[in-house]
């Protein structure tokens, strides 16, 4: 498998700071977060366990246009996965922070 040039790998830490980072959903770990799922309280729902999901796809799809981008047979289509590559990582950071928001707006009803 060839190396992807790290030019071409998006940078997901882009833009954020450490210090505003959550403890809870995802950022806790998998394992404890499909805990938390599974615990009897209101939250995590529904929408945190939508809001990852999705983060992952999104996270996958990312995945295969760096890899497509690194291939030669694919250059003539560099231009669409590098934006569909910056759109993805957009949406994908987006859905992570859906993920520990949505306990919040639960509050709010």
């Known amino acids: 498998m060839p190396k992807i040039p ?3 790998v ?3 830490s882009k833009g954020r700071d450490p210090a505003k980072a959550p403890s809870g959903g995802l ?3 998998v394992a404890q977060f ?3 799922l599974a615990a009897p309280t209101p939250t995590p729902g529904g929408g945190s366990a939508s809001a990852a999901a999705a983060a ?3 996270g996958l799809v ?3 246009a760096a890899i497509s981008r ?7 289509h560099e231009s669409h996965l590098s934006e569909a590559s910056s759109r993805l990582t957009t ?3 987006e859905l992570t922070s859906a993920v520990d928001a949505t306990p919040s707006l639960t509050k709010l009803l």
């Not at 690194?70 to 003539?76: I, K, V």
């Open 6 to 8: 790290a030019e071409r």
């Open 10 to 12: 998006p940078d997901s």
């Open 27 to 29: 950022c806790a770990g």
């Open 34 to 36: 499909i805990e938390q």
């Open 56 to 58: 992952m796809a999104a």
């Open 62 to 64: 990312c995945m295969v």
């Open 70 to 76: 690194a291939r030669r047979a694919h250059l003539q």
């Open 91 to 93: 949406l994908r950071q």
